[in-house]
């Protein structure tokens, strides 16, 4: 489903520019009825992403993300929404089972807010699918038909990537991003997380052209991964990725061949 592009939705493509450059360049190459969709979803995913870190006080953090998990639930058991730039045009694109799910994906992010450690293999994974897959999972299926066990895995694989990207910010932060930031640690969980993506791949078919243009945001991960795979010290450096000019061409290479 999608709603009209209105001062809201224009609000969440500028919100999106400004914090997501990479996600905002992924939806400007879907058509203009995706965008409509995935704006508002992509917004959301930065206000939440950025609740635990703009304050040191855990409580306020904590209501932060409360206040998010309260819109959804008014999205998804109605009829009264609250007024807000991002949650009314989200509520005009999200199934009240999608906006349920997006709980879920709001709740595990309170791992950000504090300073402990994964406990385990399960634990971080859960994170990444929690987050990353399920925001895979829901800006697909509001788009159009899409297997959600091939999003998950997709999901997944965006998701270690972009942690892998992320690993020095968290560090500066005090937090402690890896189970094992070995060279061999890091090797294993790319190589798992571009397992998964493969997987994914192979099974492209489960997943309609009407959302295929919601897994444009992964065009980064495989090559990613396989930086990570062939030099895991690149991660604690910083120095995983590509020049812009590689990076424009491969998006619009995907787009072109519509092969995530």
């Excluded at 709980?103 to 987050?131: C, G, K, L, M, T």
Aim: hydrophobic content about 45%.
């Amino acid at each position: 489903m999608s709603g009209p592009f209105d001062d809201d939705v224009n609000a969440c493509a500028a919100l999106l520019h400004r914090a997501d450059p990479d996600r905002f360049m992924a939806a400007m190459a879907g058509p203009v009825a995706a965008r409509t969709v995935l704006f508002p979803i992509y917004a959301l995913n930065v206000e939440v992403a950025r609740a635990p870190w703009v304050t040191q006080e855990p409580m306020i953090a904590e209501m932060r993300l409360q206040w998010w998990r309260d819109a959804l639930q008014e999205i998804a058991e109605g009829p009264t929404v609250r007024r807000h730039e991002v949650v009314t045009p989200l509520s005009r694109v999200l199934s009240p089972h999608l906006a349920a799910m997006l709980d879920e994906y709001v709740a595990v992010r309170r791992w950000d807010i504090y300073r402990d450690p994964f406990e385990d293999q399960d634990h971080f994974d859960a994170y990444i699918n929690h987050s990353a897959g399920t925001l895979m999972v829901v800006s697909a299926q509001a788009l159009g038909t899409a297997d959600a066990d091939v999003l998950r895995d997709f999901g997944y694989g965006v998701g270690v990537a972009n942690w892998l990207r992320a690993v020095p910010q968290l560090e500066a932060r005090g937090r402690i991003p890896l189970l094992d930031g070995t060279p061999e640690g890091v090797r294993q969980l790319a190589q798992n997380a571009l397992d998964r993506l493969n997987r994914a791949r192979s099974n492209r078919r489960a997943v309609s052209s009407q959302a295929g243009p919601a897994l444009h945001a992964g065009w980064q991960a495989g090559m990613i991964l396989k930086q990570a795979v062939a030099r895991p010290d690149r991660v604690a450096v910083g120095a995983l990725g590509c020049g812009e000019m590689r990076r424009r061409l491969s998006l619009m290479a995907q787009v072109a061949t519509g092969r995530w």
